[in-house]
């Protein structure tokens, strides 16, 4: 009797073994990233274009993630392209291709100006970053 209980206790067992097994694996694709710059010049004059470095650092790397890109100018005027010359519309996703990119803003007028970047990956997550531009005309009183 002992002899029958164990077997059907190991049998019960292994049985939950493999059922708690799955032949499906889990990959993980979703991953943390943030976005930073190399330090961007703070003050800008009318006409003057300003580059933008920037390198996206994912904490794990999954091959089909994707990344976009938007702006929008909360404050001032001006003209944000890409490395390629491609301008950006405010508020429109844009594909990034790599993880270190170039921008370009360009300054149209003489007033403080601040664009905020949203980069999402194709997971949903997001992340946010801000540049601020000083007016870099000088007035001289006599």
Known sequence: MKRF???IFYTMLLAGVVCACSSRLDVEQAYEYTITTLPIKKSISVDETVEIRCQLNRTG???PAEYYIRYFQSSGKGVLKDSQGNTFTP????????DTFRLYYTSQCKDQQQLDFTIRDNFGQESALSVDFTNNTSTSTK
């Open 91 to 98: 508020n429109d996703f844009v594909k990034l291709e790599n």
């Open 5 to 7: 209980t164990a077997n």
């Open 61 to 63: 790397y999954y091959k």
